[in-house]
């Protein structure tokens, strides 16, 4: 009888500690990624005070923004709003336009075209174009293939307009894409990525738009549209909506389980993609490389994109300072729209720096 009872006690503290252990082990809503629901009613909040941020640092965070010309501002930890705050007469409901920004949804797109197998981002873009959509030579033009347009390594003439003609501002007609160098020899930010949204409607037999909405923006409940200005396509939405692609983007291309985009083609997105612009994937911008180039210039600048943001953050830079920071290393996202901070500018500006130094005051 003792025997029973000594293997008894001995059992029922073998299960006791195994579910001890098995707690300790349990991650805790708190901890898990979140994702709102598609239709959107409610979003998951998470205080400063929880994850033991200095509040007293989001007051001079605010006032740089309001000063800044921001329209909206939102930071997500783990998938859960931190701070959502809005200015300068802008409202959660309002749409704003993410310029440059949106590049990164036309990445995000060809991806998605790869991945149900309707392009091939190495072939060359005139088997879904057609020859002619320059006005290279062939043999230069059969070089170019969507992975440069996704690279900015396309080798046309990113300087080329007419002075007196405004219209020939961001042209993407075969007169205006001239030949500058061979297909991969030479980054240089321009417009002409803008032809894969072509290359995608001609691969999947849908237009831009309807494919759009259907693989992208109504999976993760996004809303907002495209529209053209002079001869670019821009995207506009809710701050929220922009926040939600952000999420997608921390999460490998994975939205509360379903994988939109394949993860192997977002690392590849998000790392860099060519030899000569360190800074750059397939149309995503990236910190924390020894070197960069910028808009407009062919200049080599020494050093980190954004010195004071986390090294491996990668981020959606959009003219006039729309901007996404993607941080995995602290599962963050943040959301900055509005008008220009200090003067116009393509992507990258001051304005990164110096809110970025504000934004590490919260969690440093």
């Known amino acids: 009888m003792r025997n029973i009872i000594a293997c008894l006690a001995l059992l029922n503290l073998l299960l006791s500690c195994n579910s001890d252990s098995d707690s300790a082990n349990t991650t805790t809503p708190e901890e898990t990624m979140y994702f709102p629901p598609t239709s959107e009613t409610t979003w998951e909040t998470k205080s400063l005070n929880s994850l033991n941020w200095n509040e007293t640092a989001v007051a001079p965070l605010l006032t740089y923004l309001n000063d800044k010309h921001t329209k909206s501002f939102i930071l997500l930890v783990n998938g859960r709003i931190?701070?959502?705050n809005y200015f300068n007469g802008q409202t959660a409901s309002d749409n704003?336009?993410?310029?440059?920004a949106g590049k990164t949804l036309t990445s995000t797109l060809t991806g998605i075209a790869q991945q149900e197998g309707l392009l091939n981002i190495n072939n060359k873009v005139s088997d879904y174009l057609g020859t002619g959509w320059t006005s290279v030579p062939l043999a230069k033009e059969n070089l170019i293939t969507c992975k440069h347009l996704l690279t900015m390594t396309s080798g046309l003439d990113d300087a080329y307009n007419d002075s007196s003609d405004p219209t020939t501002d961001d042209c993407v007609l075969p007169d205006c894409l001239m030949y500058k160098s061979d297909a991969g020899t030479r980054w240089a930010y321009d417009n002409?990525?803008?032809k894969l949204q072509d290359v995608v409607a001609n691969a999947s037999g849908q237009n831009w738009n309807t494919y759009f909405n259907t693989r992208l923006r109504d999976k993760i409940g996004m809303n907002g549209n495209w529209i053209t200005v002079n001869n670019?396509?821009?995207y506009t939405s809710t701050a929220r909506s922009m926040a939600r692609f952000g999420l997608?983007?921390?999460?490998?291309?994975n939205w509360n389980g379903?994988?939109?985009v394949s993860s192997g083609y977002f690392d590849q997105a998000a790392t860099t993609s060519q030899s000569i612009n360190l800074a750059y994937?397939?149309?995503w911008w990236?910190?924390?490389k020894a070197n960069y180039h910028l808009p407009q210039t062919q200049l080599q600048f020494s050093g980190s994109l954004i010195p004071s943001a986390p090294s491996d953050m990668y981020c959606a830079l959009g003219k006039n300072d729309q901007k996404i920071y993607i941080i995995p290393s602290k599962k963050m996202v943040i959301i900055r729209m509005g008008d220009t901070a200090d003067g116009a500018n393509m992507a990258l500006s001051d304005f990164d720096e110096v809110l970025w130094q504000k934004i590490k005051a919260l969690y440093e």
Not at 96 to 100: D, G, I, K, L, R
Not at 248 to 253: C, E, Q, R, W
Request: proline letters at 0%.
């Open 82 to 84: 931190v701070m959502e």
């Open 96 to 100: 704003w336009y993410w310029a440059s």
């Open 192 to 194: 002409v990525y803008v």
């Open 232 to 234: 670019n396509s821009v």
């Open 248 to 253: 997608l983007a921390l999460n490998k291309g």
């Open 258 to 260: 379903t994988q939109i």
């Open 281 to 283: 994937g397939y149309l």
């Open 286 to 288: 990236l910190n924390g």
